[in-house]
């Protein structure tokens, strides 16, 4: 990696920074339309159009980058890494979702 490859920016950050900005925004908006509407299913649609906005405004910036020559790809480590974190959280995903089942079903 050369000294200049150091002030660019890995690709997918921006993806990754904007998605979460949207989720951070938009995760309130759910809770009182379902309020509203009496139905708890509109719960999830908060998230879900934060994802939705944040991926399209973090391409647009990542696109625009990608044509000026500000993004590199990932390095060897950062891929290693990022692979990593995600059987990270699928891992605790999953059991998040088992004690979940084990608590619903002792209780019922």
Same mark, same amino acid.
């Given at each position: 990696m @050369?000294?200049?490859d150091d002030l660019k920016i890995p690709e997918g950050q921006i993806i990754? *920074?904007?998605m979460g =900005?949207? =989720?951070?925004i938009f995760a309130g908006l759910g809770i009182p339309l379902s309020i509203i509407t009496s139905n708890f299913a509109f719960i999830g649609i908060g998230p879900a159009l934060g994802v939705a906005v944040g991926l399209s405004i973090g391409q647009g910036i990542e696109n625009k980058y990608k *044509?000026?020559?500000r993004l590199r790809?990932? @390095?060897d480590a950062e891929k290693k890494h990022k692979k990593k974190t995600t059987l990270a959280g699928v891992a605790i995903l999953t059991l998040g979702v088992i004690v979940f @089942?084990? =608590?619903f079903f002792l209780r019922a």
């Open positions: @050369t000294k200049n990754a *920074k904007w =900005i949207g =989720i951070a *044509k000026e020559g790809p990932l @390095t @089942t084990f =608590i």
